[in-house]
């Protein structure tokens, strides 16, 4: 039977909002099983870890699907389109503002994740999938972490392919390059940051993905 995980949470209570039962989100449309049944049984299943709900291997799709649909209800984590996760507001996606940057060949991770533009907004509860571009988050989250900014080629000069070095990671081929020209780089190429700052237990997570809208390799 799935179980809805609530522990670790302890001193990162802070980091999280206080659920309420119902759906507590303003003109949230209303959410239907067929709409959540379109997702496939590896993604509601992906939903349901992200959202603390646990013992989901056993369960069939219909399961599955009642099963989110009952979370979501509780959460209010729903997007305008009907499906599951709370999709990022669309923005320009200025450099450095925060704004996501989305395109013809967005990623589902881009849809669900919680968008952050600004070092005061927190994660909605310990594991959520979040996406930003604003400099101040990136930086803080690496340094947060002792890791620094680092490329895996260079293209005449400039950083290629963006990945952070981390302590003890030592990992091959890696180079480090400066804030100004990690960013330069992420900015000229329209990325976006997809990570988490906890896990669901409440861990510090190292977890990232740098994407692009083109699904180009970032």
């Given at each position: 039977?799935?179980?809805?995980?609530?522990?670790?949470?302890?001193?990162?209570?802070?980091?999280?909002?206080?659920?309420?039962?119902?759906?507590?989100?303003?003109?949230?449309?209303?959410?239907?099983?067929?709409?959540?049944?379109?997702?496939?049984?590896?993604?509601?299943?992906?939903?349901?870890?992200?959202?603390?709900?646990?013992?989901?291997?056993?369960?069939?799709?219909?399961?599955?699907?009642?099963?989110?649909?009952?979370?979501?209800?509780?959460?209010?984590?729903?997007?305008?389109?009907?499906?599951?996760?709370?999709?990022?507001?669309?923005?320009a996606?200025?450099?450095?503002?925060?704004?996501?940057?989305?395109?013809?060949?967005?990623?589902?991770s881009?849809?669900?994740?919680?968008?952050?533009?600004?070092?005061?907004?927190?994660?909605?509860?310990?594991g959520?999938s979040?996406?930003?571009?604003?400099?101040?988050?990136?930086?803080?989250?690496?340094?947060?972490?002792?890791?620094?900014?680092?490329?895996?080629?260079?293209?005449?000069?400039?950083?290629?392919?963006?990945?952070?070095?981390?302590?003890?990671?030592?990992?091959?081929?890696?180079?480090?390059?400066?804030?100004?020209?990690?960013?330069r780089?992420?900015?000229?190429r329209?990325?976006?940051?997809?990570?988490?700052?906890?896990?669901?237990?409440?861990?510090?997570?190292?977890?990232?993905?740098?994407?692009?809208?083109e699904r180009?390799?970032?």
């Open positions: 039977m799935a179980q809805r995980n609530r522990s670790g949470r302890g001193s990162n209570a802070a980091h999280t909002t206080t659920s309420q039962p119902g759906n507590q989100t303003p003109n949230t449309p209303p959410i239907r099983e067929s709409d959540v049944g379109r997702l496939r049984v590896d993604e509601l299943r992906s939903q349901l870890r992200e959202r603390g709900v646990s013992g989901t291997s056993a369960l069939r799709k219909d399961d599955l699907v009642k099963t989110l649909v009952r979370t979501l209800q509780q959460d209010g984590g729903f997007s305008p389109d009907g499906r599951a996760g709370t999709a990022p507001e669309k923005g996606g200025r450099d450095g503002d925060g704004g996501v940057r989305t395109g013809p060949r967005s990623s589902r881009l849809k669900y994740a919680q968008q952050i533009t600004s070092p005061d907004q927190e994660p909605e509860r310990l959520r979040l996406v930003t571009t604003n400099h101040d988050v990136i930086r803080r989250w690496g340094e947060a972490r002792g890791a620094t900014p680092a490329t895996a080629g260079a293209d005449r000069g400039r950083p290629s392919v963006l990945r952070f070095d981390f302590p003890g990671y030592n990992g091959g081929g890696l180079r480090p390059v400066s804030w100004e020209d990690w960013f780089t992420f900015d000229e329209g990325l976006n940051f997809i990570y988490q700052e906890q896990k669901t237990d409440g861990r510090q997570s190292n977890f990232f993905r740098i994407e692009s809208p180009e390799d970032a």
